[in-house]
């Protein structure tokens, strides 16, 4: 009987390392071989986790170009609350540096708030997956735990189209969010588009 209660906390110890070591930031994958001129266009948000703080809250669309000399650039656009009441259109820009040429899909992002109450600065821009052509989930860690996991982070799942995604590509997003060890945690993200004055 003994035994039977050591073996089952063994395999419960064994169980949580596993989980803890498979949310280590470093061991997550992203789009292999990564090509920014297929990604380049319009892409709309339909689901996203915040990172602490400020954070556009609906109507978020990016715009990406591949400037002449290879690198990426995008212009963003998104609604925010500021101090609790005030419901502002923010417009963003954003450059895109690959530090490891051997791993593109992992990216350093400079982005500017084209406001002076929007914040600047940068953060890991990683592409965790895409097709191109319907989907992309995208996700930076701004401060990572001691074990290497994440301690503040977010990520955005983008679509082609405004209206959503087929069941198929939810569930392979469903799975992305998962190994990122991100699921249950992302809301919806409403796309009012041009049908609605509050959209941007």
């Given at each position: 009987?003994?035994?039977?209660?050591?073996?089952?906390?063994?395999?419960?110890?064994?169980?949580?390392?596993?989980?803890?070591?498979?949310?280590?930031?470093?061991?997550?994958?992203v789009?292999?071989?990564?090509?920014?001129?297929?990604?380049?266009?319009?892409?709309?948000?339909?689901?996203?986790?915040?990172?602490?703080?400020?954070?556009?809250?609906?109507?978020?669309?990016?715009?990406?170009?591949?400037?002449?000399?290879?690198?990426?650039?995008?212009?963003?656009?998104?609604?925010?609350?500021?101090?609790?009441?005030?419901?502002?259109?923010?417009?963003?820009?954003?450059?895109y540096?690959?530090?490891?040429?051997?791993?593109?899909?992992?990216?350093?992002?400079?982005?500017?708030?084209?406001?002076?109450?929007?914040?600047?600065?940068?953060?890991?821009?990683?592409?965790i997956?895409?097709?191109?052509?319907?989907?992309?989930?995208?996700?930076?860690?701004?401060?990572?735990?001691?074990?290497?996991?994440?301690?503040?982070?977010?990520?955005?799942?983008?679509?082609?189209?405004p209206?959503?995604?087929?069941?198929?590509?939810?569930?392979?997003?469903?799975?992305?969010?998962?190994?990122?060890?991100?699921?249950?945690?992302?809301?919806?993200?409403?796309?009012?588009?041009?049908?609605?004055?509050?959209?941007?």
């Amino acid at each position: 009987m003994d035994f039977q209660i050591v073996a089952l906390v063994m395999l419960f110890l064994a169980c949580v390392e596993q989980s803890l070591a498979s949310c280590v930031v470093d061991s997550f994958t992203v789009k292999e071989d990564f090509d920014p001129k297929r990604y380049a266009g319009k892409w709309y948000a339909l689901q996203k986790k915040d990172p602490e703080g400020l954070f556009l809250q609906d109507n978020i669309s990016a715009e990406y170009t591949i400037e002449d000399d290879g690198s990426m650039v995008a212009s963003s656009k998104g609604r925010v609350t500021l101090f609790g009441f005030w419901v502002v259109c923010a417009d963003m820009a954003a450059q895109y540096s690959v530090p490891d040429p051997g791993t593109p899909g992992k990216m350093f992002m400079n982005y500017q708030g084209l406001a002076s109450y929007l914040s600047s600065g940068g953060d890991n821009y990683w592409i965790i997956d895409t097709d191109y052509d319907n989907y992309a989930i995208t996700y930076a860690c701004r401060t990572l735990k001691e074990d290497g996991s994440c301690d503040d982070g977010y990520s955005l799942v983008f679509a082609r189209n405004p209206r959503g995604l087929p069941p198929a590509i939810q569930r392979v997003v469903r799975q992305k969010q998962e190994e990122i060890c991100m699921a249950g945690e992302f809301q919806p993200v409403l796309q009012s588009g041009m049908y609605s004055i509050a959209a941007c």
